[in-house]
């Protein structure tokens, strides 16, 4: 109870727009049918008064429903933690180390990102999710998480509901052999006859929700997988691509050095438990971030202000290999693409084999930057911004033609 009143406050109540939005309007919507269906069917199935595998069953109904709303509520209305307004570090010269963000009129703390959406500098931003309508971040990465759990557990747990309840109401109405097939159907034969009639509207509505159990089943927990993996390595999915660009960087201009993350303290059970912890409070402030032993607290940070002063690595340069239709969740381009889609509101770009696109970050399947109008490489030229999939381009040599960089500027450095 205490945790639950620490979420909804009173200046809470202003966040309500959020579900003003196509992507709760959605994620809501798809909970209600699936849980609505699954309390009817299971009553039709398994009548929970009259046994106690029927009571455990309905309740479980009820605890998946709970939870999954208490953690979704909870991702959305308790936000990611933003950076104060005006935040500088205590020491002024360590602001040298750090990026200005004009909007929030601070320094951005170590780990945190500005955010177009929220407008404001999002602690240890990881993405804006459509789907809460806000930020996965410091302070609800672990809620957003276990909602990502728990909704493919209930959406299991409801699509067993639906085939069973089809199955058992079908059995007496229909022949297609089935008398042969041993099966206890006393549920199915109770009387008095089950309170709720089982006609073509019924079977409809139940054959439309176990449609949307599994494909929920399938997208979120594929989600869950990206966010659990990201979380054992003490990373986001930004994090990631300045680690990616951290090590093109230092092959382009064969530096003798080496990149090591440092907020990844070397155990996935320390990692774990930054984000995952007994009082559902994350680890630390959002603001100061405990590093492995030999890195520096503005390790990142001095990395990004590298990788900013240098055109070349702010953006990766990749040539249009196969077309590309601009579809959300393309078909043609492989299951993993499919099914990791990015979660987010910003555009997916048509391109045309031999165009030519400016990455500027992205994930594992997927890539988002510029697409470049001209044949200019000059800076300032029009773009078309948006994401794109990872397989069908491929990254222009470092030393070929295309290369923004001037001739010469590898050997000089």
């Known amino acids: 109870m205490g945790i639950f009143c620490s979420v909804i406050k009173f ?145 299991t747990h409801a699509a067993f509901i639906f085939v069973m309840t089809m199955y058992t109401q079908l059995y007496n109405r229909l022949s297609f052999g089935w008398n042969t097939v041993k099966i206890d159907m006393s549920a199915a034969r109770r009387d008095p006859p089950p309170i709720v009639p089982f006609g073509l509207a019924a079977f409809a509505a139940t054959l439309f929700a176990l449609g949307l159990a599994l494909g929920t089943t399938i997208a979120v927990g594929m989600l869950f997988f990206i966010q659990i993996k990201i979380i054992l390595r003490n990373k986001t999915s930004i994090e990631s691509w300045i680690e990616e660009k951290a090590k093109d960087r230092i092959q382009y201009y064969q530096l003798d050095e080496v990149f090591i993350f440092p907020y990844d303290m070397g155990s996935k059970w320390k990692n774990f438990k930054q984000v995952f912890t007994w009082s559902g409070v994350p680890e630390g402030d959002g603001l100061e971030w405990p590093i492995r032993e030999g890195c520096d607290q503005y390790s990142l940070t001095i990395e990004q202000l590298k990788q900013k002063a240098d055109k070349r690595v702010r953006s990766v340069r990749y040539k249009v290999i196969e077309d590309y239709n601009g579809a959300c969740c393309p078909l043609n381009r492989g299951v993993r693409t499919f099914f990791t889609s990015p979660c987010t509101e910003e555009p997916r770009i048509r391109l045309q084999k031999g165009e030519f696109i400016l990455a500027t970050r992205g994930l594992r399947y997927w890539l988002y930057g510029d697409k470049i109008l001209d044949d200019s490489f000059i800076e300032g030229t029009s773009r078309v911004r948006g994401w794109f999939p990872r397989n069908c381009v491929e990254k222009c040599p470092c030393d070929g033609d295309s290369d923004p960089a001037p001739e010469g500027e590898k050997k000089n450095r």
């Open 11 to 155: 200046e809470n109540l202003q966040d309500l727009r959020r579900l003003c939005h196509w992507g709760p309007i959605i994620a809501l919507g798809v909970i209600a049918i699936c849980s609505t269906m699954a309390m009817i069917d299971s009553v039709l199935w398994y009548w929970p008064l009259h046994t106690t595998g029927g009571s455990v069953n309905f309740i479980m109904l009820i605890n998946w429903t709970v939870m999954i709303l208490y953690n979704y509520f909870n991702a959305m209305f308790a936000g990611p933690g933003f950076v104060p307004r005006g935040w500088k570090p205590e020491k002024s010269q360590d602001s040298m180390y750090l990026q200005y963000c004009k909007v929030c009129q601070a320094y951005k703390a170590p780990r945190s990102h500005h955010c177009r959406k929220c407008n404001r500098c999002v602690m240890k931003m990881d993405h804006h999710c459509p789907w809460i309508n806000n930020c996965c971040g410091h302070q609800n990465h672990a809620s957003f998480t276990l909602f990502l759990l728990l909704a493919p557990l209930g959406c």
